[in-house]
């Protein structure tokens, strides 16, 4: 027997996730709108942008002023997270005014030193001086690749509990687990979440999806089943890192609210806004949508 939550929380990350991997620059005014938009819809919390080299990422940056005008604007109403893949980063995210920091380490050393020029080592070392200057800043501690790699393949489970271990020990306050490159199966869903639940039941850990091979709200479901109530989606189903060959976009935020609801799980969003979300990139950002329910409210138009 399936056992579901009656409730979920669903964090919006298509500011960040879903940008960064457009090449065409995108207005500093279009981004704040995206925003402004989302936080209409009801998100709690919101991954604003993320504080890494431009050269890295190009379409991040205007991070610290996205970040600080959209504090002004809704500070207090919404939580905004940056995401930071070194100690310089978290530094500057700090600085410029976030809410909480969600600092990168992957299960793959050979993704970690693509993703962010350290090894694994160096990684969690950084993150114990973040942990240390965090003051009242939530840390997140996200684990990419933790379930496949694109170089090293699928990941050891007790690799990645070891690396959660890790980071809980060094101070962060949530640990998310990103199936990086979107093709996990509800099987490792299982593998990895059910020992994790036993070790830690006190964690309220995150999942931050790729849809890849389309198995994304099919992995959604079975992590609810083992107690998962918390989620990243991305508005349009934008998304994928451009240090993960072949990663496509994020489970659309749309999809996953629609499933949701239909199943009488509380999200405490408005579906019909994160739609007209949806219109508005489709129609600013000219490219053609993702998602399921994005497209089907293109055709209806």
């Known amino acids: 027997m399936l056992k579901f939550p009656e409730t979920i929380e669903i964090i919006e990350v298509c500011p960040r996730d879903g940008f960064q991997n457009i090449k065409t620059p995108i207005p500093t005014a279009i981004k704040i709108e995206v925003i402004d938009?989302?936080?209409?819809?009801?998100?709690?919390?919101?991954?604003?942008?993320?504080?890494v080299h431009p050269k890295a990422i190009p379409q991040m940056a205007d991070a610290a002023e996205v970040l600080q005008i959209v504090k002004e604007k809704h500070g207090g109403r919404v939580g905004f997270i940056a995401l930071a893949p070194n100690l310089y980063g978290a530094q500057r995210a700090i600085e410029a005014g976030a809410d909480a920091i969600t600092y990168v380490v992957s299960a793959s050393e050979k993704h970690n030193l693509e993703n962010t020029r350290q090894t694994v080592?160096?990684?969690?070392?950084?993150?114990?001086?973040?942990c240390k200057i965090k003051?009242?800043?939530?840390?997140?501690f996200a684990l990419a690749t933790a379930f496949d790699c694109p170089f090293a393949g699928p990941m050891n489970p007790e690799q990645v509990?070891?690396?959660?271990?890790?980071?809980?020990?060094?101070?962060?306050?949530?640990?998310?687990?990103?199936?990086?490159?979107?093709?996990?199966?509800?099987?490792?869903m299982e593998n990895l979440l059910k020992p994790l639940a036993v070790k830690y039941p006190n964690i309220s850990f995150i999942l931050h999806i790729h849809d890849t091979q389309g198995m994304g709200l099919a992995n959604i479901v079975t992590a609810m089943n083992l107690g998962i109530t918390r989620f990243e989606s991305a508005a349009f189903g934008l998304g994928g890192c451009p240090f993960a060959p072949g990663a496509a976009g994020n489970?659309?935020?749309?999809?996953?609210?629609?499933?949701?609801?239909?199943?009488g799980i509380k999200t405490g969003l408005d579906y019909d806004k994160i739609i007209r979300v949806a219109r508005y990139i489709e129609d600013k950002l000219g490219i053609a949508p993702v998602g399921h329910m994005a497209r089907l409210a293109s055709c209806a138009l």
Do not use: Y
Not at 37 to 51: P, Y
Not at 121 to 130: P, R
């Open 37 to 51: 938009k989302l936080v209409d819809c009801g998100f709690r919390w919101i991954e604003a942008t993320s504080f």
């Open 121 to 130: 080592e160096q990684s969690l070392a950084a993150f114990t001086e973040v």
């Open 135 to 140: 003051g009242n800043r939530k840390v997140r």
């Open 161 to 188: 509990i070891k690396l959660v271990e890790a980071g809980l020990a060094a101070g962060a306050d949530e640990v998310m687990l990103a199936d990086t490159i979107g093709t996990a199966t509800p099987l490792q």
């Open 251 to 263: 489970i659309a935020t749309e999809d996953l609210v629609n499933m949701m609801h239909k199943m």
